[in-house]
């Protein structure tokens, strides 16, 4: 996807373009104009946009190359850890330790989680 994007005080344009990485082919094109203070509803309008336009188009990956579902709860533990450990303290960083591994336990597979605690404890903590 490329595109533009215009602003002034008042107003937003976006201009916003698919394209086939394969050949170039244009697939889809469209711009959205809003206030300038409703950027967020605008976004919606971009993402429905292209959803709509790729209906059908896109080929669903292979079974094995699918995302893992990861449960609600393993993925909430991940984040706490994260924010533990984006305060740099010692404690902090052994809290982030500690939701890591509640994560790993409750979502075996779950890789971020074990990423992160490795590098933590890679790295002394």
């Known amino acids: 996807m490329t595109g533009t994007l215009e602003h002034d ?14 050949d170039g082919l ?3 094109a469209d ?14 309008d971009v993402a429905a946009s292209v959803a709509r336009a790729m ?15 990861i449960e609600g709860q393993a993925a909430d533990l991940y984040l706490r850890g994260r924010f533990y450990w984006n305060q740099r303290t010692e404690v902090s960083l052994k ?3 500690a939701y890591f591994e509640q ?22 903590v």
């Open 9 to 22: 005080t008042s107003r937003v344009r976006v201009s916003a373009r698919l394209i086939r990485a394969r």
């Open 103 to 124: 994560s790993i336990a409750r979502a075996p597979g779950y890789a971020p989680a074990y990423a992160a605690r490795r590098l933590l404890c890679r790295h002394g």
């Open 55 to 69: 209906r059908g188009r896109l080929v669903p990956l292979p079974k094995t190359a699918r995302h893992q579902q």
């Open 95 to 97: 809290q982030a330790i």
């Open 26 to 28: 244009q697939l889809w």
């Open 31 to 44: 711009t959205f104009d809003g206030p300038a203070d409703a950027a967020l509803p605008l976004q919606a």
